[in-house]
């Protein structure tokens, strides 16, 4: 299994991005999907979260601005960023919960990191 993440980018204050991540591999499905940000020097931050019964989770930084989704049809999650600040300015990185090929219990993978840069 791999995911591949995209969409990142330079995009002015108050801009939108969105986000994909793209599963591949023998994919049965994905359970949770989950955007996580990192700026060099501060941990890991998870940003958003979908679980397989359509429970979300935001962070508080971007409760009200980000939109987490999926197409399971797709195996693809997506992250809708609007209103974008300043601070919003990381590597974001997926990171699933997936079962796949034979196996009995899913496994967690990441994807590579898509830098957001947000101008003031």
């Known amino acids: 299994v791999q995911l591949q993440a995209s969409g990142g980018g330079f995009v002015q204050a108050g801009g939108s991005l969105r986000l994909s991540c793209a599963a591949s591999?023998?994919?049965?499905?994905?359970?949770?999907m989950n955007w996580y940000r990192q700026v060099p020097g501060k941990p890991r931050e998870l940003v958003a979260r979908?679980?397989?019964?359509?429970?979300?989770y935001y962070a508080d930084s971007v409760r009200g601005r980000f939109t987490i989704s999926r197409d399971n049809a797709k195996n693809t999650g997506y992250l809708q960023m609007n209103s974008l600040k300043a601070e919003d300015t990381a590597v974001y990185l997926c990171?699933?919960?997936?079962?796949?090929?034979?196996?009995?219990?899913?496994?967690?993978?990441w994807g590579q990191g898509t830098q957001v840069t947000v101008s003031s």
């Open positions: 990171y699933a919960d997936v079962t796949s090929g034979g196996n009995l219990y899913p496994g967690q993978y």
């Open positions: 591999g023998n994919i049965r499905s994905i359970n949770t």
């Open positions: 979908l679980t397989s019964s359509r429970v979300r």
